[in-house]
């Protein structure tokens, strides 16, 4: 049930499914149980340019069309949902800006690193009393001579326990209703950048998810990404092409549980038959394959939109809050299906299970797609 617009996607999708099938696949369920890292197989993908999907191949990157990038994350996110994740938010959240909003000078000093994956990069905007209220950023950064001095505690930061630059959102000026914030580019050695403890997360295990404590950091005045003032502009421009990365490692989700699922109807034996055979479980495996479909080509099609230069923020709302929904309701199908084995770690749709949720969390709740989605038709409406 999968869809390959053109040769190359087709190409692309089995190269990495190769990838994850050889490289993953067999540490997957050890590195989301012990919550590790593992650096051994970032250091294998660095020469394959998953940490420059779509950056130009000036700086090294692939400079693959939104397509082709949505495949890769889909196919890392089948195999190992965590890894999945690494890769979306170093691209899409971290490398994104750079190369929509960084200066010359910027981009000459940062993409080499982060598309060659020396640099894994982070996204911090969610704080304590900020979520989806990104207006309510508590961070501050002072101007002092010739750098700012950022001070506040970024929560839930992925890729947080590994990341080599972080793109800091603070505030930089306020007026009553009217918060004015800025982004940063803070590299994790500079004084006063300290981590905290490894969050111990019910699933994405294996990706260092951690707070970030800015105490008296201080960051030079040219390391501003954008102008100041630019925090809003850059951050919504961000989670729009963030959430296409989501979507897509969602979609991975739901077609690796699919796929575990189909297999374990054909090989369970009840009643001197395998359970594919009954009418209940032929209708889940119907209904699992038709949402996944249906949740591809809206990403696809929201990754389409992207390339054509047209406003796709809507669409990747909508690919989003539809695929992560999938995302929910196949891997409990697939658990189902499973039945009592379905609850045991044994087997892989438990893993798949717990990484789904999340999906209807990050880069924006569900309620918030909802939200922007509902704002960007009514505006578009005259009554």
Known sequence: MLINPCPKHKLIRDSVRSFAETELAPIAAEIDRKAVFPREIIEKMRPLNFFGLQAPRE????????????????????????????????????????????????????????TSGEFIGAFSLTEANAGSDSASVETTAVKRNNEYVLNGTKIFVTNGGVCDIALIFALTGFEPGKPQSSVFIVESKSPGFLRGELEDLCGMRANPVSSLFLEDCCVPEQNVLGNIGDGMKIGLATLDNGRIGV?????????????????????????????????TIQ?????????????????????????????????????????????????????????????????????????????????????????????????????
């Open 59 to 114: 700086f090294g990157g692939a400079a693959l069309d939104s397509v082709s990038a949505a495949i890769v994350v889909e196919e890392l996110s089948r195999v190992c949902a965590a890894i999945g994740l690494c890769v979306t938010v170093h691209n899409g959240v971290a490398l994104y800006p750079f190369m929509k909003f960084a200066g010359k000078d910027q981009k000459n000093e940062y993409l080499p690193k982060l």
């Open 247 to 279: 979507a897509a490692q969602a979609l991975g989700i739901a077609q690796g549980a699919y796929e575990a699922a189909v297999k374990y109807a054909k090989e369970r034996q009840q009643f001197k038959k395998p359970i594919a055979s009954l009418q």
């Open 283 to 383: 209708n889940y495996i119907a209904d699992m394959a038709t949402e996944i479909t249906a949740g591809r080509l809206l990403l696809y099609r929201a990754c389409s939109l992207k390339d054509g230069g047209a406003p796709f923020g809507c669409e990747a709302s909508m690919a989003k809050l539809y695929c992560s929904t999938v995302a929910s309701k196949v891997t409990s199908l697939a658990v189902q299906i499973h039945g009592g084995y379905g609850y045991s770690k044994e087997y892989d749709v438990e893993r798949y299970f717990r990484d789904a949720k999340v999906t209807e969390i990050y880069e924006g709740t569900s309620e918030i797609q909802r939200m922007v989605i509902a704002r960007t038709i009514l505006s578009q409406l005259t009554f």
